[in-house]
Each structure stands twice: as C-alpha cells, then as structure tokens.
C-alpha cells in the first residue's frame, strides 16, 4: 500500500459560502401566502440536519439567498444540490403547482465565499509577510514570494462561483527548513500539484518555517481534500529534491500534522449578513 500522510489531520478553519438560487423562468414561486417562511423553515431544518451552519438568508419572490458556514469536507456542489433538492420536495408537497411543474429551481446556482477579511486584505497580508516576518534581504523576500503568472479559468457547469480561501501550513516542529534557493523550485512544484488536481495557487509566501497561501477551487473540490494533495505533493518533493535537508533540519515530515484554512472573497461575512438582514 503507498503511504499516503497528511489523510485527516486536524486543522482549524473558517468557512463562509454565500448562496444564491433562482427559481426556474424566473417565476415568483414565493409569493404565496405563507410561502417564504415555509421555505425558510425547510432551510432552518435541513441545515440542522446535515450540520450545516446557517449564519443567514433571505426569501424574495424567485429567489433565496443564504449564508452558511461549513467545514473542510464539506464539498460546496453537494451541499448545493443537497439544499436544492430537499427544499424543492418539500415546497412542493406544501404548495403544489397547477401547471404540474415541479421544478422549482433553475439548473444553476452562484456561490461566493466570505470571511472576516476581504480577499484584498488577505493579498496584501501574504504579500507583505517576508517583510513582516524580518527576511531584511529584498533579494530573498522576492525570491519567497510566488504570484501566479498564468492563472487558469476555473469553470464548473451551471454553476457561477469564486471560491478564495486562505491556508497557512507551518513546518515540522517550526523547524526553519526553507530558504530563498528552495522557494521557486517549491514554488513550481506546488503549482504543478494543484493545477493537476484541479485547482490553483493565486499566490503564496514562503517564510523559513511556514508558508501562506491563496488558493482558489471549484465547487466540486473539498478544501481539506485540496490542502491535503498540497502536504503530502511538496513533502514528496522535497524528499526527492532535498532529502539533505530534511534530514539536517530533522524536519522529516516537512509539515506540522495540522493546517489552517479560511475562505475570504470580495465582501465580508458582515456585509453579507448586513445584506441578508434575517438570520435563523
């Protein structure tokens, strides 16, 4: 059996998705009296259900937004289809339709993620850490921070997204194994890694014991999934590629069994929740 490390590992997280789905046609399915809080009422229910955090959402005449907060597994597409389909059934045995359509949704949905800080804020953070962190030389700062050339086009059938979290991974025991000579080797490594498994690197800095990342993925990617192929593909590497200094450093692992993740995007989660205006 290969061994395949970094499977489950604990990790601390933030996760904030806003939802939005239209009605099929555009029809004012909700207008119904009593309609809206139905509806609500099935969302409240199944988020409890499935364990999904429901942080806000608002009923309008043909559509429903709502924020939620999920974990690192939780693979955003099911989570949409799961919603959709649960509400959908129940709507209709509430409110059945004359014209015995009984589709309530349009096929495709948007999903954006949120956080406590804006997407811009996050990019001017991990931009500005080698300089935070005290790397004085400018050479080496450069040469640890990685904005992605060619970013791909991520796309994902009848659905609109922007998914954007941010990942810190700190080395085995905070052992300084990283220097301006390995970074744009990992650098490329790490982008071969992700744009293989479907996602991307927008940008990342690399400091002598830890490393910040934006990352962004498509709906049908769980972001544990995405942060675990990154972990054990860059431990691979630098067992091939600098076994030396693992070995010399005692950071065989190469990584803490243990990550951070956050999504963040161009609004926060307060001025989403201000917008929604009803939580549950």
């Known amino acids: 059996m290969t061994y395949q490390p970094f499977i489950g590992v604990p990790c601390a997280y933030h996760l904030h998705y806003h939802f939005c789905f239209q009605t099929k046609a555009r029809r004012t399915r909700f207008s119904q009296n009593g309609a809206p809080q139905s509806l609500a009422s099935t969302l409240e229910s199944i988020c ?50 004359d014209t015995r359509d009984r589709s309530i949704w349009s096929i495709g949905y948007y999903v954006g993620s949120v956080g406590k800080a804006s997407k811009t804020s996050a990019q001017r953070y991990i931009d500005n850490q080698g300089k935070h962190r005290g790397i004085r030389s400018q050479v080496s700062r450069e040469l640890m921070r990685w904005i992605n050339p060619r970013p791909p086009a991520l796309r994902a059938a009848h659905v609109t997204f922007d998914l954007s979290y941010h990942i810190v991974l700190a080395t085995s025991a905070r052992t300084s ?41 498509t709906p049908s990617l769980s972001v544990r999934a995405c942060i675990q192929e990154l972990m054990a593909g860059t431990w691979r590497f630098m067992v091939e590629r600098y076994k030396g200094v693992l070995k010399n450093t005692g950071a065989y692992n190469l990584w803490t069994e243990s990550f951070y993740v956050s999504t963040v995007g161009h609004a926060t989660t307060a001025q989403v929740k201000s917008f929604l205006g009803r939580q549950p």
Do not use: W
Not at 49 to 62: A, I, P, R, S
Not at 190 to 198: D, F, Q
């Open 48 to 97: 409890s259900n499935c364990k999904y955090h429901l942080l806000g959402f608002n009923v309008e005449e043909d559509r429903l937004y709502c924020l939620l907060s999920l974990r690192p597994d939780d693979v955003v597409s099911v989570v949409a289809r799961t919603l959709k389909s649960n509400m959908a059934r129940e709507f209709n045995l509430q409110f059945p339709d």
């Open 177 to 217: 194994v990283f220097d301006q000579h390995i970074a744009p080797n990992l650098f490329t490594a790490m982008s071969v890694i992700s744009e293989t498994k479907g996602f991307y690197i927008e940008r990342a800095s690399l400091l002598y014991d830890h490393i910040h990342m934006l990352i962004k993925l």
